[in-house]
């Protein structure tokens, strides 16, 4: 079974500035893909950005970009020039690729979540 | 617009009712899923259903029943409601089963509080 963790609840930011959220998982499989989700106050579940597990290069989307390490596991999401509206929690997932069997296909698993709030 | 809609938005009812969320998307999709954030935001999968057939049942109460009456429409009923159904129920799709490589498209959610 894939588990998602952050380990970050809350992180604060300062308007202008740079912050990282960070995720690891744990997965026995070696094609999968990774995303970064935002829920604003509003609710919506937004999809900021996707990272594919066979491509070695960093996805980037605008003033987000994330880290992926493979094999430490790791995908971390970091927003430059941050904004008030940038204010919002963020979840990092899971989901194994198309080619991968058993119970967690089509099964998008997501982390706990990390409550970003930008400051003025 | 295109996009996954459900209704109601809010939903407030008591203990023991029987009540149903309903949700549809536009999008063309085969694959719809449920997902419950509990009140600590953690969001879990319940149900899905690729092409109206179910393709995940998650360790979810008898009392939750999904039903899709075809590939753009996919309900949940759920019977003599508890306290502890209070969250937020969200409504996904993906292109395919496949197709989930590319991540879903929730809709808005429904809180529903059992008082």
């Known amino acids: 079974a894939q588990t998602v963790t952050q380990s970050q609840p809350e992180m604060s930011v300062q308007e202008a500035e740079t912050v990282t959220l960070s995720c690891t998982y744990d997965t026995s499989e070696n094609n999968y893909y990774l995303f970064w989700y935002k829920q604003p106050p509003s609710r919506q579940m937004i999809l900021v950005i996707r990272q594919e597990a066979y491509k070695q290069q960093n996805a980037t989307e605008n003033r987000f970009s994330v880290n992926f390490q493979k094999a430490a596991k790791s995908f971390s999401l970091k927003i430059s020039d941050s904004q008030l509206g940038d204010t919002a929690m963020y979840f990092c997932a899971f989901i194994p690729s198309k080619n991968a069997g058993g119970t967690s296909y089509g099964k998008l698993t997501f982390g706990q979540g990390t409550i970003l709030t930008v400051h003025p | 617009d295109t996009a996954v809609s459900q209704t109601p938005k809010y939903l407030v009812t008591q203990m023991g009712n029987d009540k149903s969320i309903k949700c549809e998307q536009n999008?063309?999709?085969?694959?719809m899923y449920w997902y419950k954030q509990d009140s600590k935001k953690f969001l879990k999968i319940m149900f899905s259903?690729?092409?109206?057939?179910?393709?995940i049942n998650e360790t979810v109460p008898n009392r939750f029943s999904p039903k899709s009456p075809d590939k753009a429409h996919l309900n949940l009923h759920i019977n003599s409601l508890e306290l502890g159904d209070s969250a937020v129920y969200f409504c996904a799709s993906s292109p395919r089963l496949q197709g989930a490589s590319l991540g879903y498209t929730f809709g808005s959610g429904t809180r529903l509080t059992v008082v």
């Open positions: 999008l063309g999709h085969d694959t």
């Open positions: 259903y690729n092409n109206k057939e179910l393709i």
